[in-house]
Every structure is written in structure tokens, then in C-alpha cells.
């Protein structure tokens, strides 16, 4: 294991912070972004679910294209840097436009959402995303400083995540309430991560490849689309983790949207949304902190993963309980600690990509970390689209009217099944993918076995 040392302690930070940037508009589109358009806008949930699937098939194409993109980038900031910093701005300006839908007829709100929605993630996120999430492998090559900078990063997403969900209705209401209200909600958020993201990428340096311990890629060396694509699927752990990030942001994409209905109509009351949110994300900020201590305990990512895990399903059991029964009491305690449970696995998963990624290098001597962290992006946005996009029509499904005073019991059945049962079958999920998992033995293996060749 490499022991040396690459970054202050301020530059974790600052990397950290940059989840902050991009948690600005992540969490107000998953969360908001369907109840804004039902009730503000008056839109049909299942078109809006069919149109966010649309959506996710041109953005699961840009992430491996950019990933490649990037890979091939020459600049005097590096390679991630330049790509992370630019493309904010692009974030920024559609996040906004995708809260200012015009009165101009229901079919074209359909087609404005639709335009400004995938410009927004198959664009100018899928470039700051796959490029922050890539940095983690370019600023530090020492694998304790990138579980170190995962924790670090989804604290910040964790805060600003729980700063979002526990302050977003109430300052729509503020700022007048309905379209108004969300425009301007929308318009701080997009200043807010416009201004972070910049000192993120400001605050921390690429390392020259002269500088690692490992030779990369000459860099006069260029990987096709198609040959990077290959090397992909040449990696069994690629596969795995891209299923890993799927099926945690659908899960995540279909609970945090839903959220704000659950409280509404089957608790009584939407205010609760703040307060769940805090008891699910406080202690996720908690266990964050103590992951790197936690994986040195355990002695591998991937034990800590599969005993954590285990004790978030059997939490999340509890929590159906004790929602079936409206028991609140017990429902905050169980949310505490399922997500508490939960939180290593997130704060892991950029570790355990640039451990993939150094299996590529293992055993095909061949470095692709941008084409190899598009799955983080793929995950992030695919699946939290597609996890929007069956909320959409499984509320449809339900009978739910956004317009309606009162919800039929079909769509206040529907909604708990989504906020609370959904849980527990991805968590089951989870567990399974985890289990196969074992990049890290993989490569201990491999060095092993090829130090004993070099002696002989």
C-alpha cells in the first residue's frame, strides 16, 4: 500500500466541498423537481416519468462518451480540473431554467421540461460530475486519502442535501409560493453551487504523472471510445459497481422524491419532510466521518460494506413496521439507524471505483479513470432519473392527482409502498452486489502473485 501523503488537510476540504456544488441541484431535481411540476406546474406524473426515461437513455450515452473525452484531455490544470470548472456554469443555468417552465400550453411546458431536464444532466452535469468524481484518482494516488476524500465529499452532500429538504417548501412559500416561489428557490441554489464548485476546483492540483508511484498511460498514448468501452467490460468490478451505483440512486431517486408526498398524505403533514430528513442524513454525516477508521477496523472496504448492510436491512424491516402503525416515534429511531447503517457504502464507493480502475491498470496496462468513473455519473443520473421516472408512474399508477384536495386510498397505498417497502427490496439488492464485490482481494492477489514472479 502506498503510504505517502498528497494532500493537506484543506484541500480534502475543498474536494469534499464540491459535493455541495453539485448536491444543489442533485437534490433540489430529485427531490423537487416532480412535486413542482404536479402541483406548480399542473403536469401529468406518468408523462413526466416516460419523458425522464427518455431522457436518462441520451445520458447514459454522453457519461461513457465524456468519461473518454476526458481521458484525452490536455490542459495546463490537468485533465478533470478544466472540465469540472466550466461546466457548472452550464449546470447552473439549466438547473434554474428547469424551475422557470412558461405558461405556454401543456404540450410545450412537456417539451421545454424535456429540453432544459436532459441538457441539464446529459450534458453539463454528466461533465462536472464524471470529472469531480474522477479527481479523487488524479489529486492522491494513497488509498487511505480516497476513503479519507470520499467521507469527506458525502458529508458535504449529506449537509447540503438536509439543508435543501429541510428548507426548500418553506422558502417557496416565502418567495410567494407556486411557480414564483420555485423560480427563486432555484435561481440561490444555482448562484450557490456556481460559487462552491469554483473553489473546489481552485483549491486542489492534479498530480503530474512523473509524480506517482505508478506509470500511467504515455501520454502521447490515445484509447478510442471503442477500446475504452472494451476495457470496461474486460473488468468484472466494473460491472459490479456500475449495478452498486443503478440500484442505490434508483432506490435514492424513487425515496427522496416521494418523500414530500409520504409526509403530506399518508403522515398528515409536510413539514415532517424536515425532520426525516435530519434523522436520516445527521447520522449518515456521522458514520462519514468514522468510515476510514472503520475500514482500517474491518480490514477491507468490502467487510465493512457487508456488515453494515446487513444491519440497514434489518433496520429498514423495522421502519415498515412501525410505518404500517404510524408509530413515529419508532419510525424516526429505525430511519436513524438504517441510515446510519447505510452510510458506509456511500462514502466508499469513489474508493472502491479507483480501486476498479487500478485493476484495469493490473491487469490490461491501461489507464481509463475517466471512461472508468462515468459509472459514478451513469449511477448518479441514470439511476436516480430512472428512480424519478418510476415514481412518476407508479403514482399514476396509484391514481394520484396532484390537483386533487384529497388522495384516493389506491395512491396513499402506493405512496407508502414506494417511501417505505421500496427500501428493503434494494437493500436486499445491495447486499447481493456488494457480496461479489472483492476488488481489493483481487488486487492484493495480484501484486502478490506477480512479486513472486519478479524474484523468480
Not at 394 to 409: N, P
Request: one cysteine or more; glycine letters at 8%.
Amino acid at each position: 500500500m502506498n503510504e505517502r501523503k498528497y494532500l493537506k488537510w484543506y484541500q480534502k476540504v475543498a474536494y469534499g466541498s464540491g459535493d455541495m456544488a453539485a448536491n444543489c441541484g442533485y437534490a433540489l431535481m430529485s427531490s423537487f423537481i416532480m412535486i413542482y411540476l404536479t402541483n406548480a406546474v399542473g403536469l401529468n406524473s406518468a408523462i413526466i416519468g416516460v419523458l425522464m426515461m427518455i431522457s436518462k437513455t441520451f445520458d447514459g450515452i454522453t457519461d461513457i462518451i465524456f468519461g473518454n473525452i476526458m481521458d484525452r484531455t490536455k490542459s495546463k490544470m490537468g485533465k478533470a480540473r478544466p472540465w469540472m470548472l466550466y461546466a457548472q456554469i452550464g449546470v447552473s443555468i439549466t438547473l434554474l431554467l428547469s424551475f422557470c417552465i412558461p405558461d405556454v400550453g401543456k404540450t410545450m411546458q412537456y417539451v421545454y421540461f424535456f429540453v432544459f431536464y436532459t441538457a441539464y444532466n446529459a450534458i453539463f452535469f454528466t461533465a462536472n460530475s464524471i470529472s469531480y468524481a474522477a479527481l479523487a484518482a488524479k489529486i492522491t494516488k494513497n488509498p487511505s486519502e480516497r476513503v479519507q476524500l470520499g467521507s469527506i465529499r458525502f458529508i458535504f452532500a449529506t449537509f447540503t442535501t438536509l439543508v435543501i429538504s429541510y428548507n426548500a417548501m418553506g422558502l417557496v412559500e416565502r418567495f410567494g409560493g407556486g411557480a414564483a416561489g420555485w423560480r427563486m428557490v432555484a435561481l440561490i441554489f444555482s448562484l450557490i453551487a456556481l460559487v462552491v464548485n469554483t473553489f473546489s476546483v481552485l483549491m486542489v492540483k492534479e498530480v503530474p504523472d512523473e509524480e506517482t508511484d505508478v506509470k500511467e498511460t504515455s501520454s502521447d498514448e490515445k484509447i478510442g471510445f471503442v477500446e475504452s468501452f472494451k476495457l470496461l467490460f474486460k473488468n468484472p468490478y466494473f460491472i459490479i459497481i456500475l449495478a452498486i451505483y443503478l440500484v442505490n440512486y434508483i432506490y435514492s431517486g424513487i425515496t427522496q422524491g416521494v418523500g414530500v408526498y409520504f409526509m403530506q398524505y399518508y403522515m398528515g403533514d409536510a413539514a415532517l419532510l424536515g425532520t426525516f430528513s435530519l434523522v436520516s442524513l445527521i447520522p449518515v454525516m456521522i458514520i462519514l466521518s468514522l468510515t476510514p477508521i472503520l475500514v482500517k477496523k474491518c480490514g477491507s472496504m468490502w467487510k465493512m460494506n457487508m456488515i453494515s448492510r446487513v444491519i440497514s436491512l434489518i433496520m429498514g424491516i423495522g421502519f415498515v413496521i412501525a410505518a404500517l402503525n404510524k408509530n413515529l416515534i419508532l419510525m424516526l429511531v429505525f430511519a436513524f439507524f438504517r441510515n446510519m447503517a447505510g452510510g458506509p457504502l456511500t462514502g466508499t464507493l469513489n474508493a472502491f471505483v479507483a480501486e476498479t480502475s487500478d485493476y484495469t491498470w493490473r491487469t490490461q496496462k491501461k489507464r481509463i479513470d475517466g471512461v472508468m468513473f462515468s459509472c459514478s455519473s451513469i449511477g448518479v443520473k441514470v439511476g436516480g432519473g430512472l428512480g424519478s421516472a418510476i415514481l412518476g408512474l407508479m403514482l399514476q399508477a396509484g391514481g394520484f392527482d396532484g390537483t386533487a384536495a384529497v388522495q384516493t386510498a389506491g395512491a396513499i397505498n402506493m405512496i407508502f409502498v414506494l417511501y417505505a417497502v421500496i427500501p428493503v427490496i434494494f437493500g436486499v439488492m445491495l447486499l447481493a452486489l456488494i457480496w461479489k464485490l472483492r476488488v481489493e482481494k483481487a488486487n492484493r492477489e495480484w501484486d502478490a502473485a506477480h512479486a513472486e514472479g519478479e524474484k523468480a
